[in-house]
């Protein structure tokens, strides 16, 4: 493999995931991942249960189920989930406007005394952060429609990935040098990517199962009804696939909503916050372990300057891009 191949692949690695960003093809790009890991784990299970199975079709029964699997529990859901597809957009839009509300109100909130040991200058405080959550309820206005083409360009994600993992295995010894060096790129892109991406996505999935038993169950049995319930169980996924801040944003909107209640189910939210967050981090430490090999600092640097230039889709991909990044610096020997 010549040095100029490897490094033509490096400038069209990092020109396509720039490319990805500013496109909106993220999802389009973590589902294509999944979807590819899903098929050859699918595949391989198939095969240990079913020796005489050929590889290759073991493969293809993985990919069918992987294609299908979202379809699956759509049609199974379909009175339920078609509303909170369609109209999820409106249903965080609403949320928004509900917790700019509950901010403005704040010191009526809160029981006699804490709310005289709130300071007067508080309200400017409250003005900003009520202005700025109805902005971003103003631009979800907007967002219906490419709401609805991110999950197409998942699906289609989910497609390509199931695809592309029934193609056989590539040999880099016969491969043209610049083929060569993608497939390498792409090799250590997938392992990182197992690696963070997959292993954040179970503990958020976690998270949201706990936010749904505490929401619907627990809450319920002390006669403590909160509103959106769906959007907030949905929130708390998508937050959890963000390390660090996702926590820190799920705390303060789950307790906002527990606060328009009363001060006690807000106290409520924020203890089981709390809890369900220190058992996240027991489940990082065993899933993850010393993988992502980089600091606090490092990260929460990466993802405010990611969110600034790309948005909320930067806090989704910074670590992702900033742990391939550096494992391609460390085989370099750069870092």
Not at 7 to 14: E, G, N, P, Q, T
Request: charged share 10%.
């Amino acid at each position: 493999m010549t040095r100029r191949a490897q490094w033509a692949s490096y400038l069209l690695v990092a020109g396509a995931l720039l490319l990805v960003m500013l496109t909106g093809l993220l999802a389009g790009l973590l589902c294509v991942c999944l979807a590819f890991l899903a098929t050859r784990h699918l595949g391989r299970r198939l095969t240990s249960l079913a020796p005489r199975l050929p590889s290759g079709v073991a493969l293809q029964i993985g990919a069918v189920l992987v294609v299908l699997a979202p379809l699956a529990l759509l049609f199974l859901a379909w009175t339920r989930a078609r509303g909170m597809i369609i109209d999820a957009p409106s249903q965080y839009r609403e949320l928004l406007n509900f917790l700019a509300a509950t901010v403005m109100e704040l010191r009526q909130k809160l029981p006699p005394g804490i709310a005289d040991l709130v300071p007067d200058g508080i309200a400017e405080m409250q003005r900003m952060i009520a202005g700025y959550l109805g902005t971003k309820a103003g631009s979800l206005a907007m967002a219906s429609r490419a709401w609805l083409v991110g999950l197409a360009h998942a699906y289609i994600g989910l497609a390509v990935g199931a695809l592309a993992a029934t193609r056989p295995r590539l040999h880099p010894p016969a491969l043209k040098p610049l083929a060569a060096a993608l497939y390498e790129r792409a090799v250590a892109f997938g392992a990182v990517f197992r690696q963070i991406v997959v292993a954040q996505f179970w503990i958020a999935a976690f998270n949201a199962l706990l936010t749904a038993v505490f929401l619907l169950v627990l809450l319920p049995l002390w006669d403590a009804h909160l509103p959106y319930r769906p959007a907030l169980i949905t929130f708390t996924f998508l937050a959890g696939l963000i390390p660090i801040v996702g926590n820190l944003m799920c705390n303060l909107v789950l307790t906002l909503v527990g606060l328009s209640v009363s001060p006690t189910v807000a106290l409520a939210c924020l203890v089981f916050l709390v809890v369900i967050h220190k058992g996240e981090y027991f489940i990082n430490a065993k899933v993850i372990g010393h993988r992502m090999r980089f600091g606090v600092w490092e990260l929460l640097a990466v993802m405010f300057t990611m969110e600034a230039v790309f948005g909320p889709a930067g806090l989704v991909a910074a670590p992702l891009f900033y742990a391939y990044l550096k494992q391609e610096l460390g085989a370099r020997g750069w870092v």
